[in-house]
């Protein structure tokens, strides 16, 4: 199958994220108008490039004192006006690596430690696209441990977040009945077949 899209023009200009139309065309060669928003700046748009790029994180830090619990964050989020249950997540920093932004963000946002986990399969701390109906974003998942003490001193004055430790109980009625981010609800659903002994266990493929 040929190229299908003839042009692609940027329509804002905003810091984080921008909205693109593309020429694109039809199966049958038909033209058409599509629109999708992304992270990246225009020369290096992976339609552009070909390249996978890497966005942002996710976060899935268990409690260092008790692997049993997993910290979770409750945040506001402006386009919903709801309070979403989400794990701590965040973007990719020009020079970091997904690890490095991972330990940023996680004191940024809960003012705890992060210390990643270094075994498991790597195929799977690679990005990931989140929805491309929509965004070229992806996102790295990194797994490790939380500790110290919770703080919201480093917080920005956009974010409103409530830090919580979940235990498996918590979680399920996290997935029953809360809003939920997807990135979220996969690794609550992780999390609930966890064995305390062997926590990261599903990462080895």
Not at 42 to 53: F, I, R, S, V, Y
């Amino acid at each position: 199958m040929g190229k299908k899209y003839t042009a692609v023009r940027k329509l804002t200009d905003n810091r984080h994220l921008n909205l693109y139309e593309m020429d694109a065309l039809t199966n049958k060669g038909e033209p058409y108008h599509y629109y999708f928003a992304s992270r990246n700046s225009q020369e290096d748009l992976p339609l552009l490039t070909g390249k996978l790029c890497s966005n942002g994180i996710v976060i899935y830090p268990l409690w260092r004192e008790d692997p049993e619990k997993l910290v979770m964050i409750r945040q506001y989020r402006y386009p919903l006006d709801q309070w979403l249950y989400e794990l701590p997540a965040g973007l990719i920093d020009p020079g970091e690596n997904a690890e490095e932004a991972a330990v940023r963000e996680m004191k940024e946002e809960t003012g705890l430690d992060f210390f990643p986990y270094k075994g498991g399969n790597s195929s799977l701390r690679r990005p990931f696209y989140l929805g491309a109906g929509m965004t070229d974003e992806t996102s790295t998942s990194v797994f490790g441990l939380a500790g110290g003490q919770i703080s919201g001193r480093l917080r920005e004055d956009t974010e409103s977040i409530e830090v919580l430790l979940v235990d498996k109980e918590e979680a399920k009625r996290i997935l029953k009945e809360e809003r939920v981010s997807l990135r979220a609800a996969f690794l609550l659903m992780e999390f609930l077949q966890m064995d305390k002994e062997h926590p990261f266990a599903f990462l080895d493929l």
